[in-house]
């Protein structure tokens, strides 16, 4: 019996092991493994169930691309790595440095790159194809249903940013507004809220001529922007923003061409569940 014993703890410990990344679910095919499942919600922070629904489009995408056919030869795959790299500033040795530091082989990469220009190549052939261009009609009701997006022009702002390593030092700064402080920067800048991240648009929206803003924490340090002056807001009519307009239907378009199409694909798909 001691002798059966280890054999027996051995075969146990090595079925746990099979069922811990074992097959969970089966798309037309393709395996979603358990251990990818955990992988998944631990990366992304999601739960499992939301894990589950991204592999299997995930699944659904692999199958769509394999039964179109779709390929990407060598010299459209390094001509993208050459664009990509030309964008970045970098040479092609310099991101293969930068991609080994982050811990992604070249090959890993090049098959990563190479999925993705086969999903945008799908993406336009099969699904932008069913998008029908819109009317002016259409495009002036998206206007009136989203004019909060559109109908104001955008607000010629003149800043100071104060800038400095401690909050405690900025906010002596904003105390004494007329004083130079040691180890706080100061620098002028005339935007518009076109230019501007969202986020940082409705702060300065919401803060009065000739105060500061709330301090703001960033990659170097901390920022507070002193608001000189804001132009009136001034509202556009559908002629003057129809570009615009335009582009955010088109982009509502593809985002709802693409899950119709998805949500097709599952429905038509034979998705086995086989443990979760």
């Not at 769509?64 to 970098?90: F, P, S």
């Not at 709330?214 to 009136?232: H, M």
Request: charge should be negative.
């Amino acid at each position: 019996m001691k002798k059966l014993l280890p054999f027996l703890l051995f075969c146990c410990i090595g079925t746990h092991a099979q069922v811990l990344d074992a097959i969970a679910i089966d798309v037309d095919g393709e395996p979603i493994t358990t251990l990818e499942i955990q992988a998944v919600q631990q990366k992304m922070n999601m739960s499992k169930q939301a894990a589950v629904e991204a592999l299997i489009q995930d699944r659904l995408e692999k199958v769509a691309l394999r039964d179109a056919g779709i390929t990407i030869d060598a010299q459209e795959l390094n001509a993208k790595i050459q664009e990509i790299a030309q964008a970045k500033g970098l040479t092609q040795s310099q991101m293969q440095n930068v991609l080994a530091q982050k811990g992604m082989t070249w090959k890993s990469y090049q098959e990563q790159l190479t999925t993705e220009m086969k999903k945008e190549r799908f993406f336009k052939e099969h699904i932008m194809a069913t998008i029908t261009p819109p009317s002016d009609s259409e495009l002036e009701l998206y206007y009136n249903t989203h004019k909060e997006e559109f109908a104001m022009a955008p607000i010629q702002i003149s800043l100071v940013a104060y800038t400095a390593q401690t909050a405690n030092g900025l906010q002596r700064a904003i105390e004494n507004p007329t004083e130079n402080m040691s180890g706080v920067q100061q620098e002028n800048i005339l935007t518009s809220t076109a230019e501007m991240n969202p986020t940082l648009a409705d702060i300065i929206k919401n803060t009065g001529v000739d105060q500061f803003t709330q301090i703001i924490k960033t990659e170097k340090g901390f920022i507070s922007y002193l608001v000189k002056s804001k132009g009136a807001q001034k509202e556009l009519g559908f002629e003057a923003v129809k570009n615009s307009v335009a582009m955010g239907w088109m982009q509502e378009q593809r985002v709802k061409a693409g899950q119709d199409f998805f949500n097709k694909l599952k429905s038509d798909a034979n998705i086995r569940v086989i443990r979760l």
